[in-house]
């Protein structure tokens, strides 16, 4: 938070100087009362004439300047909005998919909505609120003082009380506070679930127990809101009340002074109204603390995210082909479960691999340590015979996922993921997918790609993989939801090509098994055996038993 700060420093000396000439101003309109008022006592008309000019040009230079503080708080802020919500993206992004798997996208998307809106509100509107309350009641202070030393002290003592007594009960505010962006986490992740869940909703009749479970959300977070919002109330009401404390006292201390000529008529109003101008910024500067420290946490917690050093978003650069890439981990877990076992395989550019095992074997676990998405993996990498890492590894993979993913936007920037490609590699891709004849259809797609078969979408997300060109493809599935001849096709498009496949598959046809150089059979987590099909057949009890039951 403070680099952002130190960024628009330059604007921030700017505001300070413009809020202190308009402290200046504000404090002056005090004068021109006590001197239009000493006017009429003299009936002095060339005086009531420069006071009611000084009037309008008090007017004239208040909304300028206010205008102009209010123009360059803005500016502030929209840049400010700018920093922190890019670094916030350019955070999540940069994560590992284990760590950004352990938040919530309700969780994710509230840090961009409640907690920004909250940092704003408690933080930075606060802190201008403050440099512009200081900046007033020094002004104001340094000329009541002038006036009559004893108010001043009277009205300077009983603001701090003001300010102390509800700044000693803000504590439970920043409980309060962070709660609430809890439960806003929670309520909004609720919404996205049974939207994008819809059709199950739906097709199950679940509406009301949706519907029940939302107004649960729903009453939770409002309950807290309005809990933070009496106790920001209770907070706002001891300030008006020591307000009117201070001004009845003004009134009385100056009458009395009035009364035994200590004071003018004009300067008792002037007096009343100084006092307003220190009241008012004490209990700002009061209310503002009682923000910050009611944001503390929320502001701790995205200040810990701005200031990691390395969120860096460079473009991956992959190299176009390799000879042999030899992977060597420890097994990996999560919650003391074994996700996969000790991996130690050995791949050649241009070979084919499909990996074959029950449900739950660990293929497409093994998919995700190939990507380099688990954590805690302890490997040995080597390509062409030089160390490396999983990291570089992924850079050599084109991906087809298991679900298929669609961002609402047209069908090219679905498969160029919003890159620019020349519209002749587009279209070559499209034709090998065997979508062509849908394309002039399917210019747009809805959000979670609603408007189109699950059938297309499979082709969307298999065009993706041909597009980038990497020299490993490694697919998951990629005949769900495809009918037999796109299913076809495709596969021979995969099988042909002289990149490096590794195929995920439940298709346990013999003709489809043939194809492949190696098998990868999978148990348990644990890759059991590496051959060809007919070795594997042969040699692999468990593999027969899956095979056999598939033929019979």
């Not at 590992?96 to 933080?123: A, P, R, V, W």
């Not at 293929?363 to 998405?373: D, P």
């Not at 993989?465 to 021979?492: G, H, N, Q, T």
């Not at 013999?510 to 348990?524: A, G, P």
Request: charged share 20%.
């Amino acid at each position: 938070m403070k680099r952002v700060l130190r960024e628009e420093r330059n604007k921030i000396v700017v505001f300070i100087i413009s809020t202190f000439i308009l402290g200046l101003v504000e404090v002056s309109f005090a004068t021109i009362i006590q001197k239009f008022i000493d006017s009429l006592e003299s009936s002095n008309i060339t005086k009531f004439k420069l006071a009611i000019f000084s009037f309008v040009v008090f007017l004239i230079v208040n909304y300028i300047l206010n205008l102009f503080v209010i123009w360059l708080q803005s500016v502030l802020t929209k840049n400010i909005h700018l920093y922190l919500k890019s670094n916030l993206a350019k955070y999540f992004l940069s994560l590992g998919y284990c760590d950004f798997s352990e938040t919530t996208t309700g969780e994710k998307l509230n840090c961009f909505d409640y907690k920004i809106s909250l940092i704003e509100q408690y933080y930075l509107d606060s802190i201008f609120a403050m440099i512009q309350a200081t900046l007033v009641l020094m002004i104001a202070t340094v000329y009541l003082y002038q006036i009559s030393p004893l108010i001043c002290v009277i009205v300077f003592t009983l603001g701090i009380v003001s300010m102390l007594i509800p700044l000693l009960l803000g504590k439970k505010l920043n409980d309060l506070v962070s709660e609430n962006a809890d439960l806003s986490g929670e309520y909004l992740h609720f919404i996205k679930e049974m939207f994008q869940g819809i059709l199950a909703v739906k097709t199950f009749q679940k509406e009301r127990t949706f519907f029940e479970k939302f107004e649960e959300k729903l009453f939770r977070f409002e309950k807290n809101a309005q809990l933070l919002n009496v106790k920001n109330g209770e907070y706002n009401q001891i300030s008006g009340f020591f307000q009117y404390v201070i001004i009845i006292s003004c009134l009385c201390f100056g009458g009395f002074l009035v009364l035994n000529q200590g004071l003018t008529l004009g300067k008792m109003i002037a007096v009343t109204q100084i006092s307003n101008l220190i009241v008012g910024p004490i209990q700002q500067i009061g209310s503002s603390v009682i923000d910050i420290l009611a944001s503390k946490d929320i502001t701790k917690e995205m200040s810990d995210i701005f200031s990691k050093q390395s969120i860096v978003l460079d473009k991956k650069v992959y190299q176009k082909g390799f000879d042999n890439i030899r992977v060597s981990t420890n097994s990996v877990t999560k919650d003391n479960k074994k996700l996969l076992g000790g991996v130690n395989l050995s791949l050649e550019y241009g070979k084919k691999y499909c990996i074959i095992g029950p449900n739950g074997s660990g293929k497409t676990t093994f998919g995700r340590l190939m990507l380099n998405l688990l954590s805690n993996v302890e490997e040995r990498v080597f390509i062409d015979g030089e160390a490396s890492n999983l990291e570089d590894v992924a850079k050599l993979i084109s991906y087809v996922p298991q679900n298929s993913i669609a961002f609402k936007g047209t069908l090219k920037d679905n498969i160029t993921l919003f890159e620019r490609y020349d519209d002749k590699t587009i279209d070559e891709v499209i034709r090998d997918v065997n979508l062509n004849n849908k394309s002039k259809e399917i210019q747009m797609i809805s959000e979670n790609g609603d408007n189109i078969s699950g059938g297309e979408l499979r082709k969307v997300n298999i065009a993706r993989a041909f597009l980038e060109d990497r020299p490993i493809l490694l697919v998951d599935e990629f005949e769900s939801a495809l009918d037999e001849e796109s299913s076809k096709l495709i596969a021979d498009k995969f099988l042909s090509s002289e990149k490096t496949v590794i195929m995920i598959s439940h298709n346990l046809d013999q003709s489809f098994l043939q194809r492949f150089d190696s098998i990868i059979f999978m148990e348990n987590g644990e890759v059991t055996a590496m051959e060809k099909y007919e070795v594997l057949l042969k040699n692999c009890d468990n593999f027969y038993k899956i095979f056999n039951s598939f033929c019979t």
